[in-house]
């Protein structure tokens, strides 16, 4: 199997890794010429091998997703970003698998092309079109994907900040050593900047709930339960060697794709 992805093996491929003295068996086809001519003895090239990557999607299912009043739903913008990343592991050459954190739901298994990104829209489509009946912690899926992944595997989290910071730093160090990790963090322009207004809510009971966010205490309550959790979420992250990014559901669902060309920053 080949792939835009370099190997740390030395094989077939493409691009010369280096040359070395000529052994028995070696392909003939493959002999350095001007080597062994500058030398005297017999020079064989050695090539960087190819192989298929590994793009996993994590999928968050936090009930915190489930809103939104701009644009689109912050669920929504979530199985936006996760299909553009789908498209461009077909792009790239990649397998392409998908898992949420939820129970009773089995990943959608590795697959290449076409057919994989597919898959993993359906699933996008499913899990995000309504909030699930249960939810496990983000923690519990990265566990699940740690045991799916390879070294130098990409992947891709989609999450609410909430269950960002409810993840142990160790874990997340962990993953971002041996693979190419990204995290987008979904909110809404209502959470990042509130109108300074009594706004009416829905409880989950179903009860309308009206705050009075023009009240100093009250922005402080709000900030600290939505802006706070999304700072240290972005600051952690960013420590332990991830690219991460706050993506609103009013934002171009194409605006992260910036990370896949930016190194992180050196721990």
């Given amino acids: 199997m080949q ?60 009930p915190a997703l489930y809103f939104g009043t701009r644009t689109r739903f912050k669920s929504a913008q979530a199985a936006r ?25 089995a990943p959608v298994t590795p697959a290449s092309g076409p057919r994989g990104a597919l898959r993993v829209l359906d699933a996008l489509v499913r899990w995000y079109a309504r909030p699930p009946a249960a939810n496990d912690e983000l923690a519990v899926a990265l566990d699940h994907a740690r045991r799916l992944l390879r070294p130098g595997s990409r992947l891709l989290v989609l999450a609410d900040a909430a269950s960002i910071v409810q ?3 160790a874990r997340w160090t962990a993953l971002a050593l041996h693979h190419e990790v990204i995290a987008l963090l979904l909110t809404d322009p209502l959470e990042r900047t509130p109108p300074a207004a009594r706004l009416a809510f829905a409880s989950a009971a179903g009860d309308r709930v009206e705050l009075g966010l023009d009240a100093a205490i009250t922005r402080q309550r709000w900030r600290h339960e939505f802006g706070i959790p999304l700072e240290a979420a972005l600051e952690s992250l960013a420590a332990c060697g991830i690219r991460a990014m706050e993506l609103s559901s009013a934002d171009p669902s194409d605006s992260w794709l910036p990370l896949l060309d930016r190194k992180p920053r050196p721990r």
Avoid: C
Wanted: glycine residues 10%; positive net charge.
């Fill in 3 to 62: 792939g835009h992805a370099l190997s740390n093996l030395r094989g077939r491929g493409m691009e010369y890794a280096e040359s070395r003295e000529y052994a028995q068996g070696d392909d003939a086809r493959h002999i350095d010429w001007r080597l062994t001519a500058r030398s005297g003895r017999t020079h064989t090239k050695l090539f960087q091998a190819e192989r298929e990557r590994l793009t996993l999607v994590v999928a968050d299912t936090a």
């Fill in 81 to 105: 970003a996760g299909a553009l990343a789908a498209w461009i592991a077909v792009r790239d050459g990649d397998r392409i698998a998908a898992l949420r954190s939820g129970p009773g739901e």
């Fill in 167 to 169: 993840v142990p730093l």
